[in-house]
């Protein structure tokens, strides 16, 4: 017959007693216990998956937002010849000679059509003339002297840099300012001492 209460015997001992009434209030504390553990586990599962998401959901920006820089780095050196080209081209002689002003004319309007698909995909060209050396963008080819700039300064870009977006595709190829020395006396040395 069992009427809630502990089911004990008058005939068990004391101490049988007091042990299988702590049975039973272990007994009721290991579900709550179970359940404490459980919701842990699930509250870290979640936490988890959520994690996941966005790093998910941060590599698919990247990807998209990078996807073209192989490409891009290799279509560089066609904005780099058709910049070569008209730069090549004499402004006397393009004055003078009416095709090939036109032919000019023509390649200018193709490098602008590439530029603006550079940006549109955030391709952007960098001419780093009279900013300081900085070694993260910048490839230093020479030092000139005689410039009157401050040392390290970019005296003329070879080549431009080109980032997409936040990123470097390309280092720009440069001339910077050699530091100018002093004096070419030596120092004097005080003997009078």
Do not use: W
Request: glycine share 6%; proline share 7%; aromatic share 4%.
């Amino acid at each position: 017959m069992s009427d809630g209460k502990d089911e004990t015997t008058p005939d068990q001992p004391e101490s049988e007693r007091a042990q299988s009434g702590e049975g039973a209030a272990a007994a009721e504390g290991e579900p709550q216990a179970d359940a404490a553990r459980l919701k842990d586990q699930l509250l870290r599962a979640l936490a988890e998956i959520e994690n996941m998401r966005r790093r998910g959901e941060r590599d698919r920006e990247e990807t998209a937002k990078y996807a073209i820089t192989g490409f891009a780095r290799e279509i560089l050196s066609v904005a780099d010849n058709l910049r070569r080209a008209l730069e090549n081209i004499p402004a006397e002689v393009r004055a003078v000679d009416e095709s090939l002003n036109t032919l000019a004319v023509g390649v200018e309007a193709t490098e602008r059509e590439l530029m603006a698909i550079f940006e549109r995909f955030g391709v952007r060209r960098i001419d780093p003339t009279g900013q300081p050396f900085d070694p993260n963008f910048h490839q230093a080819i020479a030092e000139v002297p005689g410039t009157g700039k401050p040392a390290g300064t970019v005296v003329e870009t070879m080549r431009p840099a080109y980032v997409i977006h936040d990123r470097l595709l390309r280092p720009a190829m440069v001339m910077v300012a050699k530091a100018e020395e002093r004096g070419s006396e030596p120092p004097r040395v005080d003997t009078t001492a």
